[in-house]
């Protein structure tokens, strides 16, 4: 057996991983307006970055972000963990 993550759990990090780095941006850079759209009106990519998300709301995430240090720490997932 490999030492390596599921690519699921690899995809996940990564769709946090730039989740943060778009909630720490300005509310008006095009990227994070069409992210919060995508949530907003529940997209496929929408609901996949909430369900990533877990159990923590999308405000709790944007304040966890906020602290780089502490946004990296929550995402670096171990499998079949949740971020909050």
Not at 9 to 21: A, C, D, S, T
Not at 32 to 44: A, V
Not at 69 to 80: A, D, H, K, Y
């Amino acid at each position: 057996m490999t030492k390596m993550q599921p690519i699921e759990n690899i995809l996940k990090q990564k769709r946090l991983r730039w989740l943060g780095h778009l909630l720490r941006g300005k509310d008006t850079e095009p990227a994070k307006e069409r992210l919060m759209e995508e949530i907003k009106n529940q997209t496929k990519y929408g609901r996949t970055i909430m369900e990533d998300l877990g159990e923590i709301t999308l405000e709790q995430a944007k304040e966890f972000s906020s602290d780089r240090n502490l946004w990296r720490s929550r995402v670096e997932l171990q499998p079949g963990k949740d971020i909050s």
